[in-house]
């Protein structure tokens, strides 16, 4: 076995502290990853505090991992000791299944393992995050990253770049369409970025008023503060698609009536109380609500390549391990710009 550092919560109330564990040897398809970076997702916070339910301790979160490959299994292929490498919120899952099939592994009929807090193909075994310094992964779940890129400004991707990318990809997001993306934290900051970036006229709406300079600078035309009742309802029956991002429990019908005839609302944001839904405002205009999670390898790796190839990286603010505490209370705040990442070298 492997002897890994890192960090875990031994249960709901008890703050992030350095915890040892052990990883599995390398097998023949393995790479293991010396970890650099790690980013702070919304999910780590609601998974460490068992907001959703379900949290296995002790829990060492981190779904967000880039990374330089430190050895591999006599089978793999892709991967080569010294190569940079990144791992996001999928470590495996049944292969077979027809959504295995399509590349849509996070929608695994059989079973997907998550990186953190799930368990194995063998249903057993608990798996640990990227808030430590070494991880075990299958090549096939282990994506390539190009040295082009900042590699802090790359950990975000693997779990809020493409949450944001592949629902906008999914509705077609481009030239023409007018897109609101509804709160500016680690996936808004992203989504405002791609669709952007893929043409659409985008409009920030936010709680905070003091992010407007940032939303511009991000790609949004437009911010509309969202405590402005007047300003709201001028926006009404507007956006085609809004991705809705928000962390905790909020009107969602606030956010339906800005949407046009067929519009769609996507629910990205998980908060913890689900919200109560207004039929008749769908009704009214054909409206759509859908969700969407992360993003399967293969879309996942092609965002990664568009990032390379546009210059497209998270916005972040880099911290030391023993400050993930503090972050999680700024990140409840609202007070980051737009992602923590660890530095993996302070560990
Ligand atoms: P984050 O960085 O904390 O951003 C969330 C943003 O939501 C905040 O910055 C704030 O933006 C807004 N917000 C917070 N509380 C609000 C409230 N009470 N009312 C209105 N707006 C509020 O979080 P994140 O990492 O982007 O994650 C966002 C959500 O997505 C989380 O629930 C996370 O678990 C979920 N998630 C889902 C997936 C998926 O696959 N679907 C993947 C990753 C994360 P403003 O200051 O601009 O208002
Ligand atoms: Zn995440
Ligand atoms: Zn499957």
Known sequence: MINVKGYAAQNAKALLEPFKFERREPGAHDVV????????CHSDLH????????????IVPGHEIVGKVSRVGSEVKRFKAGDLAGVGVLVDSCRTCSSCKQGL???????????????????????????????????????????QLKLEGVAPLLCAGITTYSP??????????KIG????????????????SFGAEVTMLSTSNSKKADARRLGAAHFINTGDESAVKKSKNQFDLIINTISAPHDINTYVSLLRLNGTMVMVG????????NVGSLIGKRKSIAGSMIGGIRET????????????????ELIAMKKINTAYERMIKGDVKYRFVIDMATL
């Open 33 to 40: 990853i010396d970890i650099l970076f790690c980013g702070v």
């Open 47 to 58: 998974m460490v505090r068992d907001e959703w339910g379900g949290t296995i301790y002790p």
């Open 105 to 147: 592994e996070q929608y695994c009929e059989v079973h997907w393992v998550p990186t953190y807090s799930g368990y194995e193909m063998d249903r057993k075994t608990v798996t640990y995050g990227g808030y430590s310094n070494q991880i075990v992964t299958d090549e096939n779940y282990v994506l390539s990253i190009s040295p």
């Open 168 to 177: 906008l990809r999914h509705w077609k997001a481009g030239t023409g369409m």
């Open 181 to 196: 993306v509804v709160g500016l934290g680690g996936l808004g900051h992203m989504a405002v970025k791609f669709a952007s």
């Open 270 to 277: 998980i908060p913890p109380e689900d919200p109560i839904l």
């Open 301 to 316: 790796q092609e965002m990664l390549d568009y990032c390379a190839a546009n210059n497209i990286v998270s916005d972040v």
